[in-house]
């Protein structure tokens, strides 16, 4: 099964919205790391949250059965910050610090982006929760 957009009107889609496929796994960190996006606001930074934990949870055991045993240090990094965003709510909301908040979905962008980077996943490709294409 590979995830896919929500419809239109529904409360996934906005001005930011995006499918969930590996291209919208991409832009969804380019809203967040792209030198020229405006950073979202309101709603859609809560949406954002749950969308980038929504691709950890999925990549993250797929990048633990590519390296189990391997001792690279980056991966293993990678793979104790994701357990740990994923065991966790943030630390401030949009509506007590809005820039806080934005640090830390970026952050979290960033770990998504090496751990799909870390399985190899093409730009082009199709997240595929299931292991099917």
């Known amino acids: 099964m590979t995830l896919t957009a929500p419809a239109e009107g529904s409360p996934g889609a906005g001005a930011h919205a995006v499918s ?55 991966t293993q990094q990678a793979i104790a910050a994701a357990r740990w965003v994923l065991g966790s709510e943030p630390g401030c909301t949009p509506a007590t610090d809005r820039i806080g908040f934005i640090k830390g979905l970026q952050q979290v962008a960033r770990l998504v982006l090496v751990l799909a980077d870390r399985l190899g996943l093409p730009p082009a490709a199709d997240l595929d929760v299931e292991g099917k294409s």
């Open 20 to 74: 969930l496929g590996l291209n919208g796994l991409r832009g969804t960190a380019e809203i967040l790391l792209g030198e020229d996006s405006d950073p979202p606001i309101g709603k859609e930074l809560e949406e954002l949250w749950s969308l980038l934990r929504g691709y950890l949870m999925v990549l993250l055991p797929q990048v633990e059965d590519l390296v189990y045993g391997d001792p690279l240090p980056p």
